[in-house]
T-cell receptor, first 113, second 115 residues
Framework: KQEVTQIPAALSVPEGENLVLNCSFT??????LQWFRQDPGKGLTSLLL?????REQTSGRLNASLDKSSGRSTLYIAASQPGDSATYLC????????????FGTGTRLTVIP | EAGVAQSPRYKIIEKRQSVAFWCNPISGHATLYWYQQILGQGPKLLIQ????????DSQLPKDRFSAERLKGVDSTLKIQPAKLEDSAVYLCASSLEWSSGNTIYFGEGSWLTVV
């Protein structure tokens, strides 16, 4: 069974810093990997989806990388802003090809003004 | 475009009582999901529907949880009888199709507290 781990569990940084969030998964036979954002009391919003054939994906100040062989992904946030404060979760689908996602426990990010 | 709608947003019940949550997915989305998110954990899939058929319900505690998606649109998740450990957020989500890579859109969740 796929297991997804995220470290650190929580992170506080001053505004303007660049930061990296980590995600690891136990089974490297994945179709893709997604990063989500969750604001307090809200649902999840998809940020980036990296296909298994891709090495990275970018959207604005966000850049996600994928290394299938080592079972790792990173989410890089450039020039962090207080509005980036949220919990970030990574997720991978199961091996059947269905969209059943296995989520990590998330990293709670606080950007201090 | 309207998002995934869920109700009620908050519910407090006593253990052994029953509760039902309702979800209306984005129009045209064939696939609907129910996830359970316990505080401090990532969401865990309970059940996945494709139209009105079940794709995956392997993690649904069938002795107390049930879900249906009649007519392939709205869905209801029921818990009966509830236990203390069922306290969680129940997230409904939808996507165009069931296969991996389709963007999943989440509702804001139904928060359940069992006392």
């Amino acid at each position: 069974k796929q297991e997804v781990t995220q470290i650190p569990a929580a992170l506080s940084v001053p505004e303007g810093e660049n930061l990296v969030l980590n995600c690891s998964f136990t089974d490297s036979a994945i179709y893709n990997l997604q990063w989500f954002r969750q604001d307090p009391g809200k649902g999840l919003t998809s940020l980036l989806l990296i296909q298994s054939s891709q090495r990275e994906q970018t959207s604005g100040r966000l850049n996600a990388s994928l290394d299938k062989s080592s079972g790792r992904s990173t989410l890089y946030i450039a020039a962090s802003q207080p509005g980036d404060s949220a919990t970030y979760l990574c997720a991978v689908p199961d091996q059947t090809g269905a969209n059943n996602l296995f989520f990590g426990t998330g990293t709670r990010l606080t950007v201090i003004p | 475009e309207a998002g995934v709608a869920q109700s009620p947003r908050y519910k407090i019940i006593e253990k052994r009582q029953s509760v039902a949550f309702w979800c209306n997915p984005i129009s045209g989305h064939a696939t609907l999901y129910w996830y359970q998110q316990i505080l401090g954990q990532g969401p865990k899939l309970l059940i996945q529907f494709q139209n009105n058929g079940v794709v995956d319900d392997s993690q649904l505690p069938k002795d107390r949880f049930s879900a249906e998606r009649l007519k392939g649109v709205d869905s209801t998740l029921k818990i009966q009888p509830a236990k203390l450990e069922d306290s969680a957020v129940y997230l409904c989500a939808s996507s165009l199709e069931w296969s991996s890579g389709n963007t999943i859109y989440f509702g804001e969740g139904s928060w359940l507290t069992v006392v």
